[in-house]
């Protein structure tokens, strides 16, 4: 992938075949005034809609993107669409298996997590928010995979950190009430409120569903307000861009 100097991403760090491109935009290199600057890529969040098209634009170009990335109207469900048979975007979650189709979710504190198969022939993106997680977003979209579990590669990008994701006892009561053992991911901070690990909600629960492999970023979107949106810090803010694709040229 060739790059723009002006446009800032991370590349996913995992064992994917060379045929599978991920990558997570940072809020660097876009047109967007503040409180959205200036990457900011999400239409839903009150920014200028020209700016926004400026933004998918330069994306679109420094990246050289295969296609306009499938941008979804995510809802913090668990509903999956397959991205080459499906018109309706109004889902948490994506699957593709078409070279080209370019799979994203947007995210400002939620997890993005992509996940491909070993021998690069599907791939797909998760919105997963504590919602959507205790809700089943990740199953659902494992479940829908062609491959199984053992032939799947995840890819955990930027979210916020559990020292800085305070959240109330209902929260981790219906955690626990699903698994008893997602209790080690809550850390009592104050009368009837506690830090969650979306990281580690994420990393057991693709450990449960036996994903092959996982991976995390690790980047806090709270902690690094330089190169992340986050909603919890900010409120009136941008979002971030996880997009995974198949390269039919590789």
């Known amino acids: 992938m060739k790059s723009e100097a002006s446009i800032k991403f991370i590349e996913a760090k995992w ?9 997570c935009t940072t809020r ?52 999956v669409v397959n991205l080459e048979s499906e018109s309706n975007r109004l889902a948490d979650a994506a699957i593709a298996r078409e070279p080209g189709t370019v799979a994203v979710v947007m995210t400002a504190d939620c997890l993005p997590i992509l996940l491909c198969n070993r021998s690069g022939t599907e791939v797909a993106t998760i919105h997963a928010g504590w919602r959507g997680m205790v809700d089943g977003v990740i199953e659902a979209a494992v479940n829908e995979m062609n491959s199984p579990p053992d ?41 009837e ?41 900010n409120a009136v803010t941008g979002r971030m861009a996880s997009m995974i694709w198949i390269d039919g040229s590789a």
């Open 28 to 79: 660097k290199g876009g047109f967007s005034q503040h409180p959205y600057d200036s990457l900011n890529l999400a239409a839903h969040v009150g920014d200028d809609d020209q700016s926004v098209s400026r933004n998918r634009k330069v994306l679109c170009d420094s990246l050289q993107l295969p296609a306009e990335p499938c941008w979804l109207e995510q809802t913090h469900g668990t509903r």
């Open 151 to 191: 032939q799947l590669l995840a890819w955990i990008g930027p979210g916020i950190s559990q020292q800085c994701f305070e959240v109330g006892s209902e929260v981790r009561e219906l955690f626990v009430a699903r698994y008893t053992a997602d209790q080690s991911h809550f850390v009592a901070s104050r009368s």
């Open 15 to 23: 064992n994917a075949p060379s045929q599978v491109k991920a990558l």
């Open 193 to 233: 409120h506690w830090l969650c690990d979306l990281y580690g909600l994420a990393t057991d629960t693709m450990s449960r569903l036996e994903v092959a492999e996982i991976n995390r970023s690790e980047y806090c979107s709270f902690s690094d307000g330089s190169d992340y949106f986050s909603y919890r810090r």
